[in-house]
């Protein structure tokens, strides 16, 4: 039979423009947020953090925005390049444990 | 500064055999956590050890699954027997245990069992 795997969300966007890529999680009780870039081949790779007493982190050219209320986080990356093609995972952590649970990521593509 | 590392990079096998996973985590971190990523179900986590010592491993999938922690530098997933189905790419990442730290990723182990 047919194996049905994960439907990956992906974006397209031009080289140059920026990109804005959402997440959405489950636990309110969680005090503890990550970006992931994962490219082909590799492991993920640790983009920026936020804790939930902050609702806005900037990095380089990379902003990590969090709405607790509505228990939504969002990657925003800037004059987007192809070298930032992957796929990108949001991650949280609840409470006092140390684990992280990852969202199933967004697939990004830079178009030249 | 080295990253985590983890052995083999690739690792073919028939079913049945054992298999052995190996993590060097960060120099100086004290928690280690292995994960399994596959397509079907993302990216999960297995185990996770703090300061050497196991903490929660409701995530390995069954007996057949057992990983160490011997010293602060070393860790180990074996899988004995190893089924078809266990095929995935394995992943172990470190972390700082001072505050909240982010955990750092190896380029993970792509296992296949034929």
């Known amino acids: 039979g047919e194996s049905v795997g994960l439907h990956l969300p992906t974006l397209s966007v031009q080289e140059g423009d920026n990109s804005i890529i959402n997440c959405a999680y489950s636990?309110?009780?969680?005090?503890?947020f990550i970006w992931y870039k994962q490219e082909s081949g590799k492991g993920p790779q640790f983009i920026i953090d936020?804790?939930?007493?902050?609702d806005k982190r900037q990095g380089q050219r990379v902003t990590v925005l969090l709405n607790k209320t509505v228990k939504h986080l969002s990657l925003q990356i800037a004059a987007t390049q192809p070298g930032d093609s992957a796929v990108y995972f949001c991650?949280?952590?609840?409470?006092?444990?140390?684990?992280?649970?990852f969202g199933s990521g967004t697939q990004l593509t830079v178009l030249p | 500064d080295a990253g985590v590392i983890q052995s083999p990079r690739h690792e073919v096998t028939e079913m049945g055999q054992e298999v052995t996973l190996r993590c060097k985590p960060i120099?100086?971190?004290?928690?280690l956590f292995w994960y399994r990523q596959t397509m079907m179900r993302g990216l999960e986590l297995l185990i996770y050890?703090?300061?050497?010592?196991?903490?929660?491993d409701s995530g390995m999938p069954e007996d057949r699954f057992s990983a160490k922690m011997p010293n602060a530098s070393f860790s180990t997933l074996k899988i004995q027997p190893s089924e078809p189905r266990d095929s995935a790419v394995y992943f172990c990442?470190?972390?700082?245990?001072?505050?909240?730290?982010?955990?750092?990723f190896g380029d993970g182990t792509r296992l296949s069992i034929l």
């Open positions: 990442a470190s972390s700082s245990g001072t505050g909240i730290q982010p955990q750092h």
């Open positions: 636990n309110s009780a969680s005090d503890y």
């Open positions: 936020i804790r939930s007493n902050m």
């Open positions: 991650a949280e952590r609840g409470g006092s444990a140390r684990q992280l649970t």
């Open positions: 120099s100086g971190h004290n928690s």
């Open positions: 050890f703090n300061n050497n010592v196991p903490i929660d």
